[in-house]
């Protein structure tokens, strides 16, 4: 069963970067799956932020799209979340996930940007 733990978030000011990662385990074939970060803020649902295939081809949300860069590292089945320029508007929770078929959330991390 792929388990998932993010990791990396914190508070920031505006425009300051995080790098945000997420590892798998429980999985051989990491390297098979797209993947996928998203966010969500208390009383929203949750958001789709970028998504990485196989075969690293990437998409982003409008939102984040030139500040925001998802990779990955099959060798340490982890991705990740380069997140530039932040702005107040991308606090959240942010977890990470595979993409269809979704394995159970983890426990996200935590991104506060803040003056």
């Known amino acids: 069963q792929v388990q998932l733990v993010e990791s990396g978030g914190g508070l920031v000011q505006p425009g300051e970067s995080l790098r945000l990662s997420c590892a798998a385990s429980?999985?051989?074939?990491?390297?098979?799956?797209?993947m996928a970060w998203y966010r969500q803020t208390p009383g929203k649902q949750r958001e789709w932020v970028a998504q990485i295939s196989s075969q690293r081809s990437t998409n982003y949300a409008d939102s984040v799209k030139g500040r925001f860069t998802i990779s990955r590292d099959n060798a340490k089945k982890s991705v990740y979340l380069q997140m530039n320029s932040l702005k107040p508007e991308d606090t959240a929770v942010y977890y990470c996930n595979r993409v269809p078929n979704p394995a159970s959330w983890g426990q996200g991390t935590q991104v506060t940007v803040s003056s």
């Open positions: 429980g999985t051989n074939i990491f390297s098979m799956y797209a």
